[in-house]
Nanobody, 119 residues
Framework: QVQLVESGGGLVQPGESLRLSCAAS????????MGWYRQAPGKQRELVAV???????NYADSVKGRFTISRDNAKNTVYLQMNNLRPEDTAVYYC?????????????WGQGTQVTVSS
């Protein structure tokens, strides 16, 4: 099993920044993908940014140039630096870890952290 613990959400004004962190523990494979998804009220959960252990990244178009994902493989921790936040970034942000292949592939989720961007 894998446990994910998130931190760093909060209430900010438009244009401000936040940094989210997610620490994973448990049975973690040497190769995995960690990242962030978000879900706004009344909307489906969507990918924000993910990063593999080898450094490959994937960002949602809406956050490119504003958000940066990074990770510390030694600590099994992933970060999301969010700059120039907009009201439409308001959502619950979920940490995700995806590992294994084929029928052994499994995704794990954190409990979510609220990010609210409002003036």
């Amino acid at each position: 099993q894998v446990q994910l613990v998130e931190s760093g959400g909060g209430l900010v004004q438009p244009g401000e920044s936040l940094r989210l962190s997610c620490a994973a523990s448990g049975s973690i494979f040497s190769f995995n993908t960690m990242g962030w998804y978000r879900q706004a009220p009344g909307k489906q959960r969507e990918l924000v940014a993910v990063m593999t252990t080898t450094g490959r990244t994937n960002y949602a178009d809406s956050v490119k140039g504003r958000f940066t994902i990074s990770r510390d493989n030694a600590k099994n921790t992933v970060y999301l630096q969010m700059n120039n936040l907009r009201p439409e970034d308001t959502a619950v942000y979920y940490c995700n870890l995806d590992q294994g292949g084929g029928s052994f592939r499994k995704a794990y989720w954190g409990q979510g952290t609220q990010v609210t961007v409002s003036s």
